[in-house]
């Protein structure tokens, strides 16, 4: 690495240095910070700079770093921030060849631009979002791109079989207890649910992971929950996941209620229980980074209809605008109140019994 790269270098050497004091693993650590295990790896190896310094200073206070060690880590961060903003002056076309102007009259100095100012965000994740969180690694259920008629700069994968606290979740299955198998593990949920045409039941919990495309700068605006279709809630028997569970961190997320006539975003803040840190509630517009992608998570609740829905999310990308249709594979989400009985797997026996 170049002498000018030193800030960069002792920059990640006081965050690796810290991270390694702390004991604590990139996994843990992901899911207290909302950021991906292989961003952390990045940030701790130096491999990648943040491009925002909030994200580093969450690090180090999960690390407990002392107030002298995050001022030391803040200056390093600014300074290797100034060097990466000169080099790639340095790099742009026409830079090297630019020809000085001729001296002349002397006139007052032009005012310096004001540098746009960029929204800071609870949780940004590369996927493989957190897993609200959060696995390390994320399973992408689907993957898309806006319509072919207003193509927004960016892609986009959601994942729509997401269980509170990591196993909470009921489905609706259209079948008796005695042909109805175990209940799976959490990352196995999809097609376990799709073997047997599972609904939703009660709620649902949707992640969409927002990446730009190269050169691309993109601003996500609003969200907006569509409701497709409202039926009657299905009466089908409702299969729970667990048979109580709970867990320390209650990630920030949008929730929306199905049962209103227009279902509204609401964002609302999260919690972790263990380290009494609380998550402001997600906020947007919010520009979106190619090297840290944008998690949103919607939570929506139905209990007296059988709903089929989608997330409408506005963009603008410099002079250009549009809507992305967030959906499931190109199928509406789909989630139903719960009118019939309900059954618990009781692990000793195997069996679903009534709960």
């Given at each position: 690495m170049?002498?000018?790269?030193a800030?960069?270098r002792?920059f ?8 390694e ?9 992901s899911k ?7 961003t952390?790896?990045r940030?701790c190896s130096?491999?990648?700079l ?7 200073d ?6 407990g770093?002392s ?6 880590l803040?200056r390093l961060w600014?300074?290797a921030d100034?060097?990466r903003?000169?080099?790639a002056a340095?790099r ?8 000085p102007?001729?001296p002349?009259p002397?006139?007052d100095p ?6 746009p100012?960029?929204r800071?965000?609870p949780w ?6 957190a897993?609200?969180?959060l ?5 992408v259920?689907?993957a898309?791109r806006?319509e072919?008629d207003?193509?927004?700069p960016l ?7 997401v269980?509170?606290?990591g196993?909470?979740?009921t489905?609706?299955?259209d079948a008796?207890?005695t042909?109805v198998p175990a209940p799976?593990v959490a ?7 799709a073997?047997?045409g599972?609904?939703h039941?009660?709620?649902?919990i949707?992640?969409v ?13 609003a969200?907006h929950i569509?409701?497709?279709e409202?039926?009657e ?5 409702a299969y729970?996941?667990?048979n109580?569970?709970?867990g320390s ?8 209620d199905?049962d ?10 999260g919690t972790?229980?263990a380290?009494g ?6 906020r947007?517009p ?6 840290e ?9 139905a209990a ?8 409408d ?5 410099g002079?250009?605008?549009?809507t992305?249709?967030v959906?499931?594979?190109?199928r509406?989400?789909r989630t139903?109140?719960?009118?019939g009985?309900?059954?618990v797997h009781?692990?000793?026996s195997?069996?679903?019994?009534p709960?």
């Amino acid at each position: 690495m170049a002498e000018d790269d030193a800030p960069a270098r002792e920059f990640a050497e006081e965050l690796r240095a810290l991270k390694e004091r702390s004991g604590l693993s990139f996994g843990t650590l992901s899911k207290r910070l909302h950021l991906s295990t292989s961003t952390l790896h990045r940030y701790c190896s130096g491999a990648a700079l943040p491009q925002e310094y909030p994200p580093a200073d969450r690090l180090a206070r999960a690390c407990g770093a002392s107030e002298e060690e995050r001022r030391r880590l803040h200056r390093l961060w600014l300074l290797a921030d100034a060097r990466r903003a000169g080099t790639a002056a340095e790099r742009a076309p026409g830079a090297a060849a630019a020809t000085p102007p001729e001296p002349g009259p002397a006139a007052d100095p032009e005012p310096a631009p004001v540098p746009p100012v960029r929204r800071s965000f609870p949780w940004r994740l590369t996927v493989g979002l957190a897993a609200l969180l959060l696995a390390a690694v994320l399973t992408v259920d689907a993957a898309g791109r806006a319509e072919a008629d207003s193509p927004a700069p960016l892609t986009w994968t959601v994942r729509s079989h997401v269980w509170a606290f990591g196993c909470g979740h009921t489905y609706l299955v259209d079948a008796p207890p005695t042909d109805v198998p175990a209940p799976p593990v959490a990352q196995d949920a999809q097609q376990w649910s799709a073997e047997r045409g599972g609904v939703h039941g009660d709620a649902t919990i949707v992640e969409v992971t927002l990446t730009p495309e190269p050169g691309a700068p993109v601003v996500v605006e609003a969200a907006h929950i569509r409701v497709a279709e409202r039926r009657e809630p299905l009466p089908w028997p409702a299969y729970r996941m667990d048979n109580g569970c709970g867990g320390s961190l209650t990630p920030a997320a949008f929730t929306a209620d199905l049962d209103t006539d227009r279902p509204l975003a609401h964002p609302v803040p999260g919690t972790d229980a263990a380290t009494g840190e609380d998550f402001p509630a997600p906020r947007l517009p919010f520009a979106l980074d190619a090297a840290e992608p944008l998690l949103l998570r919607f939570e929506v609740r139905a209990a007296t209809g059988d709903v089929d829905w989608s997330v409408d999310l506005d963009w603008s990308s410099g002079d250009r605008t549009g809507t992305l249709r967030v959906d499931d594979a190109g199928r509406p989400f789909r989630t139903s109140g719960t009118t019939g009985p309900v059954y618990v797997h009781d692990v000793p026996s195997g069996e679903w019994v009534p709960q």
